[in-house]
Structures are given as C-alpha cells and as structure tokens.
C-alpha cells in the first residue's frame, strides 16, 4: 500500500485547506484511516481517524475545526481544515491500519504553514 498526501501550503488564518490521501495498491475502505501532524519541535499528535466503517473521532485541538472523509470510489481520504490557526502549522501524514491504533502503512507527509 502506497499513501500519498497532498494538499499542504501556505494557508491564511482563519482559512481553509484541504488535504487529501490517495491510497494505491489496496483499497483503503478496508482500514482505519488517520491523520496526524507534527510540528517543529513536537512530537507526532493525532488529528482525525476515520474507521472502515465510518466512525469518526478528533484530537481535542482540531474539534469542531476539521473534518476528516472518505470517498471510496477515489480512494482518497480527506481532511477539511477551517478555522486554521498558527498552531495548526506542521507536517500532516496520513496513516492507514488494519485496526485502530496499529499504523502499518504512512504517506510521506505534507506541510502546512498558516500565517497569522
């Protein structure tokens, strides 16, 4: 499986962006989708994850913000970013797992930086 991100730039405060996560190889409806991000200094945290099934969760700093999706057909996951904030500056990967928790495949990342 091969995860491609995209989507990064240069995003305004208060703007939009979206990224999105091609899969090839294998079908990503079959996994547990996530996004995390990283920025300078940091360490790795958790954006959004969107099950095999549909279910849907969010780190407490993105909530009510982004919105993480799917579209089968494309097979691609999304993540719509509004409201962007300085903080929402770093690296965003995309991950894709057999189960939730377990990360057995990562794209290679894709840079957000939102200017104040």
């Known amino acids: 499986v091969q995860l491609q991100a995209s989507g990064g730039g240069l995003g305004q405060a208060g703007g939009s962006l979206r990224l999105s996560c091609a899969g090839s190889?294998?079908?990503?409806?079959?996994?547990?989708m996530d996004w995390w991000r990283q920025a300078p200094g940091k360490e790795r945290e958790f954006v959004a994850s969107?099950?095999?099934?549909?279910?849907?969760n969010y780190g407490d700093s993105v909530k009510g913000r982004f919105t993480i999706s799917r579209d089968n057909a494309k097979n691609t996951i999304y993540l719509q970013m509004n409201s962007l904030k300085s903080e929402d500056t770093a690296v965003y990967y995309c991950?894709?797992?057999?189960?939730?928790?377990?990360?057995?495949?990562w794209g290679q990342g894709t840079l957000v930086t939102v200017s104040s």
């Open positions: 991950a894709a797992g057999f189960v939730d928790g377990e990360y057995n495949y």
């Open positions: 969107i099950s095999g099934s549909g279910a849907i």
């Open positions: 190889g294998r079908m990503l409806s079959v996994f547990h």
